[in-house]
């Protein structure tokens, strides 16, 4: 049998993202912003959980 000593990829599946504010991976990181531009691709950030609580971040699907 051949071994190998590459780790497997892992895989971050639904649940995981990028929280912008304190810049780091969380499992509940959801949209709280859309910067819209005129002339390029604008930007969407998000946020998890402890996160929203601190700064008074509301998710993108509960703004009005």
Known sequence: ???????PPT??????????WHEGGSGTAVLVRVIEQ??????T????????EQRGLVPFVDQP
């Not at 005129?38 to 930007?43: E, F, H, N, Q, R």
């Open 11 to 20: 895989s971050t599946g639904p649940g995981y993202g990028w929280c912008h």
């Open 38 to 43: 005129g002339s390029g691709p604008g930007a």
């Open 45 to 52: 950030l998000y946020a998890c959980a402890p996160c929203r």
């Open 1 to 7: 049998m051949t071994e190998t000593t590459d780790t």
